[in-house]
C-alpha cells in the first residue's frame, strides 16, 4: 500500500511551476505513482529524510522521515555537531528498496555514503550499520545514484564531485550494500558533481551538474557511451539559467513505460537576477524531455506552466 504512517497532505502550487521546495530530486514511478526523493531538510527538522508522491505531478503527499541521521550510530563518529542529509537515491529489487544518501558536512571531515533498506518507498528504512564510501584525499562522497544495467543486470553506484569534481563508480555486490569492485572511468568535461545515469535504445546518458550550486554558472550537461561507465562522448548543455530562473541543476530523469514521455526533475533558484551568490529555498521543477532523431537530448527551455499530467500507457 502506498498510504504510510506519519503521512501528510502537501499542496502542490497549481499556478506556478515549481511542485516542492527542496534540492536534489531522485525521482521514480512506483506502481502508476511519481515519488520524488529530494534534500528536504534544514536545522529546525533536524537531519532527517523524506518522500513525496503523486499521481498527477501537481498534488504531493509526504512521507516519513524515512530517516532520522541522528538516529544511526556510525554518523556521529565524526565528532561534528552538525550533519546534513543531502541527495538522496532509491532502486528497488524485488520487494526491498535500498535508500543511499549522502551525510555532510565536507569539511573539516570527510562526507560520506550510507544505504538504509525498507520494504516499501514510503519507509520506514533501515540503516545498513557502517558507512558505504568515505571522502578523502581530494574526493568528496557525495550525490550517490544508482543503476541497473539492463542490458547486464549489474548494478553501478556513481558518486562524486563538488570542489573534488571527480567521478568515481562502484559496481554493487548483490546484497546491494557492499561494493564488489570500483570501475575505472573517466571524469567527463564540465562535470562537478550530482551524476545521473540512464538508458535509451540501447544508448547510455551520462548527466550531470556543472558549476556552483548557488551561482547562474550551475547547469546540466551529459555525455553519452556505448556501456555505463564509458567512454565518455560529451554532447553539450540540457539546462542552464534563463533571466530570472537560475542555477538548474541537481537532476534525475522520469521514464513512463510504454511511451517516449520523458521528464527531467531538477532544482533551480526562482525569481533571481545576477550571477549569484543566491539565498533562500531551491524548488523542485519538472520539465518535458525531446529528443533528436539522433537519439541527442534537445536543451530543455524551462518551463511557465505546471508539468502535464504523466502519460501512462
Known amino acids: 500500500m502506498l498510504a504510510m504512517a ?3 497532505a502537501w499542496v ?13 530530486p531522485h525521482a521514480v514511478l512506483v506502481d502508476g505513482v511519481v515519488w520524488i526523493f529530494p534534500t528536504w531538510s534544514d536545522r529546525p527538522r533536524g537531519p532527517k529524510f523524506f518522500g513525496f508522491s503523486s499521481t498527477n505531478l501537481t498534488d504531493w503527499k509526504r512521507h516519513g522521515p524515512l530517516l ?4 544511526i550510530p556510525w554518523v556521529a563518529e565524526d565528532k561534528q555537531p552538525w550533519h546534513g542529509p543531502w541527495a538522496p537515491c532509491v532502486l528497488r529489487r524485488g520487494s526491498r528498496w535500498y535508500f543511499y544518501y549522502s551525510v555532510g558536512p565536507q569539511n573539516p571531515t570527510p562526507s560520506r555514503l550510507g544505504v538504509a533498506v525498507a520494504d516499501q518507498p514510503g519507509g520506514p528504512y533501515k540503516d545498513s550499520g ?17 543503476f541497473e544495467d539492463p542490458k547486464t543486470g549489474v548494478t553501478y553506484l556513481y558518486a562524486g564531485g ?7 563508480v562502484f559496481e554493487l555486490a548483490s546484497d546491494l550494500i557492499s561494493f564488489a569492485r570500483e570501475v575505472p572511468v573517466e571524469t567527463p568535461p564540465k562535470f562537478t558533481e550530482a551524476a545521473f545515469m540512464h538508458e535509451r535504445e540501447g544508448r547510455y546518458y551520462l548527466s550531470y ?8 554558472s550551475y547547469s546540466v550537461h551529459y555525455a553519452t557511451a556505448p556501456t555505463p561507465t564509458g567512454p565518455w562522448t560529451y554532447e553539450g548543455p540540457i539546462l542552464t539559467s534563463d533571466a530570472t530562473r537560475k542555477g538548474p ?13 520523458w521528464r527531467i526533475v531538477y532544482h533551480r533558484w526562482e525569481n533571481q537576477t545576477g550571477n549569484g551568490p543566491y539565498k533562500g529555498s531551491r524548488q523542485i521543477c519538472i520539465d518535458r524531455i ?12 524551462m518551463s511557465d506552466q505546471p508539468p502535464a499530467p504523466p502519460t501512462l500507457p
Open 12 to 24: 502542490g502550487g497549481h499556478a506556478s511551476p515549481p511542485v516542492l521546495p527542496g534540492a536534489d
Open 249 to 261: 541543476g541537481h537532476h534525475s530523469f522520469l521514464h513512463f513505460p510504454g511511451t517516449d514521455d
Open 162 to 168: 563538488s570542489a573534488g569534481a571527480k567521478l568515481r
Open 209 to 216: 551538474s556543472h558549476g556552483g550550486w548557488q551561482h547562474a
Open 130 to 146: 557502517r558507512p558505504l564510501l568515505t571522502g578523502g584525499n581530494g574526493f568528496e562522497a557525495i550525490d550517490p545514484m544508482v
Open 68 to 71: 532520522d541521521l541522528s538516529e
Open 6 to 8: 506519519a503521512m501528510v
Open 290 to 301: 525531446e529528443h533528436g532523431a539522433d537519439g541527442r537530448i534537445l536543451p530543455v527551455r
